[in-house]
């Protein structure tokens, strides 16, 4: 895995490599990194100038280029140097030579950068016995001994797509600064007097490498990749894995969180031959900025319940199709639990719920109302929980229900009891003297409605207020019954988050 700030990682060694001289070849190397990258090519410990590509290209081979090679790599953290590429180069006998019959001749073979080689020589292709020095003397050459060969010259020329490239006469082709235009598939035809072959070498090009982001929690990741020709095939990876169904030239991330945080590729292959992009470093930001959609949870009806976050960062929440949800903190659904058609910790089955972090019931209890046609099964409301884990909910037969809880919450982890304009916080009731608290009081649908418990032949005051510290009046009425239950309505101006009746 790749850290933001580390230095680079190679993914790709160069390889030790034998050539005659006159050839070419080739040394390659590549590393990862969530920073850019320099490279340098070493020659015998030594920087060679202008080495500075993943590829180092040696051309027409001489004995002086033999030896170990390596490239160091290096970012803004700090640097790495491959493994050392030993080349060998071989300089062969001399092709033809005419000598008088009974002279000697000596035919010799040099090979530079390897520490002990060993020779085999052949005679018409077959390997003459005791020959293993790197010169072969023959003393008194016979005629017996000739080997008679021919060798005509081979002519190369180098063609794309059917079209001959101008110049392009050896037996290799060197492109520099490849472009997607140059994709496709190059042939080289060989000829010479005694027939004409030609051999295809498909070039696929990565035009351009997907970036780096930084993004906070919760929002859309997109990379990109583009290569030619079109046939390509794409297989993105991240921190060297492959991801799976990932194989198209965009990969796109729809929420990000921490744990998507890495280094990201894509590996593009022809069918031949695969190349991987530079490394897309991804780093998710744990806090979003303030105000911004971090994740949202499509559950198909209504939340209710204000949400309730456990000890451990647990978030739970009801839902009107009657599931309780336990949510990470990352967004990801925990459990959910069919609570009978109930809301959050509440139920219209008329019971108060308490369950642990892994879903399971710790208890129950009933509610039942004194009203009749309420069915005792109306709570609608969040409970909220105090600091000694007494648990407080609200129903809708008009009062405000206290039960024992058997553990209480962490510090600051439960949200306390507050005004929701349609369930939590309804209910209220005056800090005033005891004779004058006439009971809860429910605002519902645009009226107020409270159990009035003063004797008969009395005038009530309504007040209201958004703070519990100032009272606004409102109305008064008389009470010429005793006990009963009261329904006024709402005028404008009069829907304030809290209200208390008292009596004069």
Known sequence: NLDAGAGPQFVRQPRSQIALAGNSLVLAAQAASLEPLQYQWQFDGADLP??????LALTNLNLAQAGDYAVRVSNAAGSATSIVSRVVVVQAPRRSLVVTEGQPVSLDAVVAGAAAPTYRWRWNSQEISGATNATLTLAGVTAAQVGATVESPNSFQWSLDGQSLAGQTNSFLVLSSVAGSQAGTYWVTISNPFGTISRPVHLSVLTSDPAG???????????????????????????????????????ALQRAVPAMAGAYQVLV???????????AGL???SIAQPGAVEWAFPEGSSFWSTPAIGPDGTIYAGAASGHLYAFAASGDLQWQLDLHGGIYFTAYDGKLYCLDTTGAERWERVISSPIPYLLGNWLIGSPAIAPDGSVYVGSHDGRLYKFAGDAAPAPGGWPQFQRDARHSGSLAYAPARASQLLGPIQLHDGQISFDLTTTAQQYVDLFGSDDVQTWTWLTN????????QVQLPLGPGENWHFYRAAVP
Do not use: I, K
Request: negative net charge; hydrophobic residues 35%.
């Open 50 to 55: 202008g080495a500075t590509n993943a590829a």
């Open 213 to 251: 982001q930084s993004v906070n929690v919760g929002a859309p990741v997109n990379f990109a990749a583009t290569a030619e020709p079109a046939s390509v095939r794409y297989q993105w990876q991240c921190n060297g894995a492959d991801l799976p169904g990932q194989t198209g030239p965009n990969l």
């Open 269 to 279: 292959s022809d069918g031949y031959s695969s190349l991987l992009s530079d490394v």
């Open 283 to 285: 780093s998710v930001a």
């Open 477 to 484: 009425f008389y009470d010429a019954t005793g006990p009963v």
